[in-house]
């Protein structure tokens, strides 16, 4: 089976205005074996939520990179891969604190700032591998698989993945009341288009805009971004993968997936 991958990422009109870097961040993988796309949106309250957006996703990516194998094992249980993922980052995290804080005298406490200031950020994943399409997600963004679009709405609190790594009595949200990553795995023979976005995209939803997403080649998608960017479109920073399934007649430069 063919795909095509493309993405586009721009910053948004209100963070031109207001002099901040743009907080998206995005990222894919092609191989013979397995296909990852990858977008961050750092918490738009933090100071430099753009490092841990690209660090997370840098993260993610390299974990699915790495567990090709173990990924073509489990692929029946969303429960194994969020498990293993969840517990793999959180001690990413744990490593990269000790590193920094090492010679802090109040760790807890910068500890918790860091992880602030730095880490927050949602993640939206893809993979296709096998048969099989992974999707996931840790905190809010668009999905849309087919003609079925999922807005992540988690009411302007995002569970970001980096909450595991603060104490509980540090947390304003009960630990219980925390999802994190949440895993469905589908069938590619179900599937023919898949676009997983940060919520800035959402303007796309509402302006009936979503199928000019489709049918792009090379930097055609990028070009769409820019010019909705100068239409004044996106409020916020917007970014977005889109995997389309091509058929073999198709003119559209396409990739494959072990399928």
């Not at 095509?4 to 990222?27: M, P, W, Y």
């Not at 918490?43 to 790495?66: D, P, R, W």
């Not at 668009?142 to 709405?153: A, F, Y």
Request: charged fraction near 20%.
């Amino acid at each position: 089976m063919k795909w095509n991958i493309n993405s586009a990422s721009i910053i948004g009109r209100d963070h031109e205005l207001t002099k901040k870097n743009r907080q998206d961040f995005v990222c894919s993988h092609v191989s013979d074996d397995i296909i990852i796309g990858i977008v961050c949106d750092g918490c738009g309250e933090s100071q430099y939520s753009e490092v841990g957006a690209s660090l997370i996703g840098t993260f993610v990516l390299n974990y699915f990179k790495l567990y090709t194998k173990h990924l073509s094992q489990v692929l029946q249980s969303s429960i194994d891969i969020k498990t293993s993922l969840e517990s793999c980052f959180s001690d990413f995290i744990f490593s990269f604190q000790r590193s920094l804080l090492f010679y802090c005298t109040d760790e807890p406490v910068q500890q918790v700032l860091f992880i602030k200031e730095f880490m927050l950020s949602t993640c939206l994943f893809c993979v296709l591998i096998n048969d099989k399409v992974i999707i996931g997600h840790c905190g809010d963004g668009v999905i849309i698989t087919n003609d079925q679009t999922r807005s992540l709405d988690q009411k302007g609190s995002p569970h970001y993945i980096a909450y595991k790594n603060i104490p509980k009595e540090a947390l304003e949200t009960s630990p219980s009341e925390l999802e994190f990553f949440k895993i469905e795995i589908l069938d590619q023979k179900d599937i023919s288009k898949i676009v997983i976005g940060t919520d800035g995209i959402q303007p796309l939803i509402d302006k009936s805009l979503i199928n000019q997403l489709y049918g792009t080649q090379k930097r055609q998608l990028q070009r769409k971004f820019n010019i909705w960017q100068e239409q004044k479109i996106f409020g916020d920073d917007a970014t977005c993968i889109v995997i389309e399934k091509q058929n073999e007649d198709s003119n559209l430069q396409t990739i494959s997936a072990n399928s």
